[in-house]
């Protein structure tokens, strides 16, 4: 008997829509070509070419990953970064082409954690190096993490850092290809690359700055000339588009113009136009050293020597005084200059003493050494030698485990030539007697001083050292001259450093050249003229200057110090002084600061204060429409209450509609029923189009009820909330964001704006 009902009610509805039609009037020639015009407006964009658009984002991933890989010693880390960034673009390209969410998710995931496995195997120890590093990937991740902290531009590419660069180039990447790509916005994609541009702007090493930043700029340009050429293709259409010997043609042209922009930004960049001169400069101002105190310093071996020598091992020296503090001499002021192939870095001086060096775990950039060096041979890394102060150091990046290197020294004068010499001191050697006149109690020596320079000096650090205790920790403090008259007639007592800095400043009272040298005396023995160096054996030390001879160490102790009753026993290997706990000289090592403008702090900080900001518009952007379509929902909703149901049915299937719109399956030109092949059956959906199809054009447009409305609406909530649940979390909230659905609204002439009109787009 239902089913009877149903055929009645169905043949009903067939002749009530068929009479309909019939008494419309066929629309006119003008009402079809209008018609005709506005479905061309709601045309789909023609898809891009995937591999135009990944080129165009692919030249400012390329700038970014030149960036990146400039943090890095050496060639390789820059290849790596590039090609990581591609290979995210590559990622991005593949998973567009997945139907299947799940497969495109797992093509993300898995295809960019490939990317830093990759890096890593190819480590440059070999395949079997790299294999084990990736059985070892978070420790040597967790080693990468904290050599960050210590280790400045340019670093060694660790197997840890492969990694780390591959994920985030491989992420950037992709990003950049996803949204040129997928979400058709090539302009939006070359952005992407920007902020990590920026980041790694201020970390590359000065002498990498100006090459990097104009190789990147090249990258950007041909990005731009790429993406116009992209927005012709779009405009015109891929048959009516420009070739692709009309492209080549008018890059060949443009290349002058690079040329001359290049050119530009490199005068401009030697200039002081873009970085005028620092009202303060750091690196010409010397500085306080800084010391740990023995007891906080982990032991382990730093270094091994073999020599015929004892020491002591030279790092630096301190050299300026200021009246109160000897002070480290401004970095602006070294001399640094590469070791010759022939390894002679003082022609003046015959080689004497060798010393072969094996480093452990020193670290740093500065490598131990001999007084008065006069050559020096290694194998690996290049190393630069500064003459003012003699110090060896690494000319680019970190001193690495396993280091080996020789240094040939002259020998230490003898007192006879010492005696005899003719004591005159060169006009660049002037500053290093520069001092406060002395104190009562050395004037008082200086006047009872017999014979030469030498025999004055040798006269005055016998009579101080005969005087002053021992006492306190090594730690770098204020020796003004009122200390060194305290330790000679009032006190009489001086932690190691005040004994050191006193001598200098008695040698410069003298007339005679002085500085405090410092770094490593003595050692453990551990073969046959081999001698193990641990932080333990830190010192400082006098430095003197004599004609002939240049400068050469005098080490000496005091014959007293105050008794140490510590559980840990004595710390200094000299059975004629008992030390304090901390009596070993602590070590200085000078970092270097970088050179930095006042502008380029500006610009620094401007970034830093516009970049929440900038992240705050992005996430505005990104949110408003998920805002804009509650507020559209809401005015719609409240439109259709103050109407008869049929309004209230139009916008509960407008809503149903727009939805599918976002998730991508919108065909907004198809009537209810003919969707209903375009979604899986389903029972509610199929009662939605035929309560709308009646509600609106069928047998039930003169009777539909409040019942029917509150019906619809219960159906339209329903599938909506049933649809999203059944999809990915990520591709729901894309759809969340959708603009998709508010360009192109399934029933654009409902709502508020067109109060009045009831029809729904079919």
């Not at 591959?166 to 997928?182: K, N, T």
């Not at 004591?423 to 017999?450: C, G, K």
Request: charge should be neutral.
């Amino acid at each position: 008997m239902t089913m009877v009902n149903d055929e009645q009610m169905l043949e009903e509805l067939e002749r009530a829509a068929a009479h309909h039609l019939e008494e419309q009037p066929l629309p006119s020639d003008e009402e079809i070509a209008k018609e005709v015009e506005e479905l061309e407006e709601w045309e789909v964009e023609p898809p891009l070419p995937p591999l135009r658009v990944g080129l165009v984002v692919g030249c400012a991933v390329a700038a970014a990953g030149l960036m990146v890989g400039s943090l890095f010693e050496g060639f390789v880390p820059k290849v790596h970064a590039i090609f990581a960034g591609f290979a995210g673009i590559a990622i991005a390209a593949q998973a567009a082409r997945r139907k299947s969410a799940l497969i495109a998710n797992l093509t993300i995931v898995i295809g960019i954690a490939a990317i830093g496995l990759i890096l890593v195997v190819s480590y440059g120890g070999g395949l079997d190096s790299g294999l084990d590093a990736v059985t070892r990937l978070f420790p040597v991740i967790r080693e990468a993490r904290g050599a960050s902290r210590v280790l400045r531009p340019p670093a060694e590419f660790l197997p840890g850092y492969r990694a780390i660069v591959g994920w985030l180039m491989g992420c950037i990447g992709f990003m950049a290809g996803w949204v040129g790509i997928e979400m058709r916005r090539p302009i939006l994609g070359m952005l992407m690359p920007i902020p990590l541009m920026v980041v790694g702007a201020i970390s590359v090493p000065p002498t990498q700055k100006l090459p990097v930043a104009l190789a990147g700029l090249v990258l950007l340009i041909v990005g731009l000339a790429m993406l116009s050429s992209l927005q012709n293709l779009s405009s015109a259409g891929e048959g009516s588009a420009p070739g692709l010997r009309y492209e080549l043609n008018r890059a060949l042209k443009a290349i002058p113009l690079i040329g001359l922009l290049i050119l530009l930004m490199f005068f401009a960049a030697r200039s002081n136009f873009l970085f005028p001169p620092p009202l303060y400069d750091p690196v010409r101002e010397a500085v306080r050293p800084k010391a740990i105190p023995l007891s906080q310093v982990q032991d382990r071996v730093l270094f091994q020597v073999r020599s015929r020598s004892t020491g002591p091992w030279r790092l630096g020296l301190l050299d300026v005084y200021d009246g109160d503090e000897w002070l480290i001499p401004a970095f602006a002021e070294t001399e640094l200059e590469p070791v010759p192939k022939s390894g002679v870095v003082d022609s003046e001086l015959d080689p004497a003493i060798r010393a072969d060096f094996l480093v452990k775990g020193i670290g740093g950039a500065v490598l131990p050494g001999l007084p008065n060096t006069v050559g020096i041979v290694a194998k690996g890394p290049k190393l630069a030698y500064d003459p003012r102060t003699g110090s060896i150091r690494l000319a680019e990046g970190q001193i690495r485990d396993g280091l080996t290197y020789q240094v040939a020294a002259a020998p230490l004068p003898t007192e006879e030539g010492l005696v005899a010499t003719r004591f005159e001191i060169p006009r660049r050697l002037q500053r290093f007697v520069e001092i406060p006149d002395p104190p009562p109690s050395v004037a008082r020596l200086i006047s009872e001083a017999p014979g030469s320079k030498w025999e004055q000096l040798e006269h005055l650090r016998r009579a101080f050292l005969e005087t002053v205790v021992a006492a306190g920790p090594g730690t770098p403090v204020a020796v003004p001259p009122s200390k060194v008259e305290d330790m000679l007639s009032g006190s009489k007592e001086g932690s190691p450093f005040e004994i050191v800095a006193a001598q200098a400043m008695l040698a410069r009272w003298l007339g005679i050249p002085a500085r405090i040298g410092y770094g490593f005396d003595g050692g453990e023995k551990v073969g046959e003229g081999v001698l193990e160096v641990r932080p333990r054996h830190g010192a400082s030390w006098l430095e003197v200057w004599f004609p002939g001879f240049k400068w050469f160490p005098l080490i000496g102790s005091p014959l007293r110090a105050k008794a140490n009753l510590s559980a840990e026993g004595p710390t200094n290997a000299d059975p004629n002084i008992v030390p304090s706990e901390d009596i070993g000289v602590q070590l200085y090592v000078p970092l270097r600061i970088q050179d930095e403008s006042v502008l380029y702090k500006q610009i620094q900080r401007i970034l830093l204060l516009l970049l929440p900001i900038l992240l705050l518009v992005l996430a505005v952007y990104f949110t408003w429409p998920a805002l804009r379509k509650q507020i559209r929902r809401s005015r719609r909703r409240a439109w259709a209450a103050g109407l008869d149901p049929t309004a209230r049915i139009e916008v509960a299937y407008s809503e149903w509609r727009d939805l599918c719109t976002d998730f991508g399956v919108g065909y907004e030109h198809e009537t209810p029923l003919n969707f209903l092949d375009r979604i899986v059956e389903d029972e509610e959906h199929y009662e939605l189009a035929w309560l709308v199809t009646r509600g609106l054009w069928g047998d039930m447009r003169t009777r539909v009820t409040a019942e029917d409305a509150s019906a619809a609406e219960e159906l339209g909530r329903a599938l909506r909330r049933r649809f999203a649940q059944a999809q990915p979390l990520t591709l729901r909230a894309i759809a969340a964001v959708s603009r998709l659905s508010l360009k192109r609204p399934y029933a654009p002439d409902i709502g508020p704006a067109e109060r009045g009109q009831t029809k729904v787009a079919a």
